[in-house]
């Protein structure tokens, strides 16, 4: 299963982005998808998730209300929409994959990872 992000740049405070996330080798329908940020000098952290059906979704308390994750499952492609942008979201996004069975926020339960994508909030 190959992971591919994109859609990171640079925008200032209170813009919005939109990742995406292209899913490829494997039966798409079957992954539950997350996205994880690591920060200069910061550990990893858990943004978001979207279980393997679509029906169940979870948020790091920092990003709910303002990130919206998604998926097409005709698309292979899940997307994260991430409004009202602040500094502290300037990291790198990485989407992961994992097989049917219960969502997790732990980032060592991933199986598969894209490349990263990196977005920077700054005035």
């Known amino acids: 299963v190959q992971l591919q992000a994109s859609g990171g740049g640079l925008v200032q405070p209170g813009d919005f982005l939109r990742l995406s996330c292209v899913v490829s080798?494997?039966?798409?329908?079957?992954?539950?998808i997350a996205w994880f940020r690591q920060g200069a000098r910061k550990e990893r952290e858990f943004v978001a998730v979207?279980?393997?059906?679509?029906?169940?979704?979870f948020y790091a308390n920092s990003v709910k209300g303002r990130f919206t994750i998604s998926r097409d499952n005709a698309k292979n492609t899940v997307a994260l929409q991430m409004n009202s942008l602040k500094s502290e979201d300037t990291a790198v996004y990485y989407c992961a994959a994992v097989g049917m069975g219960p969502i997790s926020m732990s980032w060592s339960t991933y199986n598969y990872w894209g490349q990263g994508t990196q977005v920077t909030v700054s005035s």
């Open positions: 979207i279980s393997w059906g679509g029906g169940t979704t």
């Open positions: 080798g494997g039966t798409f329908s079957n992954y539950s």
